[in-house]
């Protein structure tokens, strides 16, 4: 049996990146899922799962995509960090075997996870909807992590903040799947905004992350005092910062830290 080799990066970004599919037209038929094998059905963190999927067309298969992995918690990774695939024809093109090789990740949580496949029966610029369907496998062996890192403790310095002052912020954070990242979009950022005058804000970046033990890290990161995007100086008052933060599951948990603006000397 002769192996094609169909999803590298490069053809999948393509799929991918090709926008929402055309409607399809009429007497159009996605292809058709025989059966999904999952050896084995219970893995455990950092062992490797194998799904093969039959699939049949009436026109042809073109390739298959690895899209999300979603976690028990439902949170969903990106499957292509963990997840690739190939396709073997049985009949040609209109009967293949899919074969999706997943590594589960050494810090995966107990329970069912699922994985979402895009099974392509067309190619740019005419796309059509082809087939999405789940591979399920179970985790076992692994941790009962179901939520957000926790902040375990936090100290600023200097104690006192006037508005020209840039602090350091020191956190402790805890969870059982590290590493850990602050910010919204995992960048560090974090930001203190006066109460009912978005203005005036505290800016902080450039986070550093220091391991204490396997489920905790330490992170300190620069807030520097603006307004009106002016950087020096903010307003005095209290200010409200959300720490937002995301483990390895891409669980997220957020805490609000509130620091008192003071004048600063001579204001």
């Known amino acids: 049996m002769r192996r094609v080799w169909v999803v590298g990066f490069a053809v999948a970004m393509m799929l991918v990146l090709a926008g929402c599919p055309t409607p399809p037209p009429a007497g159009y038929r996605p292809p058709v899922l025989e059966s999904i094998d999952v050896t084995p059905s219970t893995v455990a963190p950092g062992e490797t799962m ?21 976690t028990p918690s439902g949170s969903r990774l990106t499957g292509r960090d963990h997840c690739s695939s ?10 293949v075997l899919v074969t999706v090789t997943c590594t589960v990740p050494t810090f995966a949580s107990n329970g069912t996870w699922r994985l979402e496949m895009l099974i392509h029966d067309s ?3 005419v796309l059509q909807p082809g087939l999405t369907t789940q591979v399920r496998f179970d985790v076992a062996g692994g941790t009962e992590d179901r939520r957000g890192p926790e902040l375990v403790s936090h100290s600023i310095e200097p104690a006192v903040v006037d508005q020209e002052t840039t602090f350091v912020l020191s956190a402790r954070l ?13 960048d560090g950022r974090i930001y203190f905004a006066k109460l009912f005058a978005q203005n005036s804000v505290f800016n902080c970046k450039d986070p550093l992350y220091t391991p204490v033990s396997a489920t905790e890290v330490d992170v300190t990161v620069s807030c520097a005092p603006s307004n009106y995007y002016v950087p020096g100086r903010s307003e005095p008052g209290v200010h409200l910062g959300r720490v937002v933060m995301i483990d390895a599951l891409n669980q997220e948990s957020f805490n609000d830290i509130v620091i008192d603006v003071q004048p600063a000397p001579g204001a």
Do not use: F, K, N, S
Request: charged share 25%; hydrophobic share 45%.
């Open 50 to 70: 194998v799904a093969v999927l039959d699939v049949r067309d009436d026109i042809g298969i073109v390739g298959p995509v690895v899209r999300t992995l979603t």
């Open 86 to 95: 190939d396709m073997t024809p049985v009949e040609g093109v209109t009967h």
């Open 123 to 125: 190619t740019p610029p």
């Open 174 to 186: 805890r969870d059982d799947a590290l590493p850990i990242a602050v910010g919204q979009a995992r």
